[in-house]
């Protein structure tokens, strides 16, 4: 069964430093890979995804993450934070043929002045 | 375009009581799914409609929770009778027929007293 993990459960950053949320998968074979975010009073957004081809993929919101076979991992990045990220990050995997998105447990990120 | 809509955004029900969660997916989108996220937990799926047909209900707690999406536009969760452990946040979504990229609402914020 596939699955993801979020290490971290809460993030604080200061408005303009670069961010790093971890995400971690365990499928048989490569995955499709999702990150979405969910602001608060709003539903959930999709931010990137990656099914195939270069491992670097560009997002909306200034977003990037990358997916690292070896590692088994997809960690979003920003290079400069804003207050409107303030949000709760989720990594979900779909396997191949499937329709269930596995999500993780979610990363909070707080940003502070 | 309109989003995936859900109504109501909140509800709060005594235990033993009925409450019915309504979806409205984005025109046509052939696939809608159901999550549900308890607190502190995982985005879980909870099933799978392909136009009118339940393709995957794998995920549904209980025969006391029954969803329905007749004509295949709109879908209804409806929770008889509720419980405490089905507090937590329903999420529904959409996608294109064949499509992995899943559109979500805002959620309903149920709270079983």
């Known amino acids: 069964a596939q699955s993801v993990t979020q290490p971290d459960i809460h993030i604080t950053v200061s408005e303009g430093a670069s961010l790093e949320l971890r995400c971690n998968y365990s499928y048989g074979a490569t995955p499709y890979l999702f990150w979405y975010v969910q602001s608060p009073g709003q539903g959930l957004q999709l931010l990137l995804k990656?099914?195939?081809?270069?491992?670097l993929v560009q997002g909306i919101k200034g977003f990037e993450a990358e997916f690292k076979r070896s590692q088994s991992s997809f960690n979003l990045r920003k290079p400069s934070v804003h207050w409107s990220d303030a949000a709760e990050y989720f990594c979900?995997?779909?396997?191949?043929?499937?329709?269930?998105?596995?999500f993780g447990k979610g990363t909070k990120l707080s940003v502070i002045p | 375009e309109a989003g995936v809509t859900q109504f109501p955004s909140h509800s709060v029900i005594e235990k033993g009581q009925t409450v019915t969660l309504r979806c409205d997916p984005i025109s046509g989108h052939d696939n809608l799914y159901w999550y549900r996220r308890v607190m502190g937990k995982e985005i879980k799926f909870l099933l799978h409609f392909v136009k009118e047909s339940k393709q995957d209900e794998s995920g549904m707690p209980n025969n006391r929770f029954l969803a329905e999406r007749t004509g295949g536009t709109y879908s209804t969760l409806k929770v008889q009778p509720a419980e405490l452990e089905d507090s937590g946040v329903y999420f529904c979504a959409s996608s294109q027929p064949g499509g992995t990229e899943a559109f979500f609402g805002q959620g309903t914020r149920l709270t079983v007293v």
């Open positions: 990656y099914f195939s081809g270069d491992t």
């Open positions: 979900a995997v779909l396997g191949a043929g499937s329709y269930q998105l596995t």
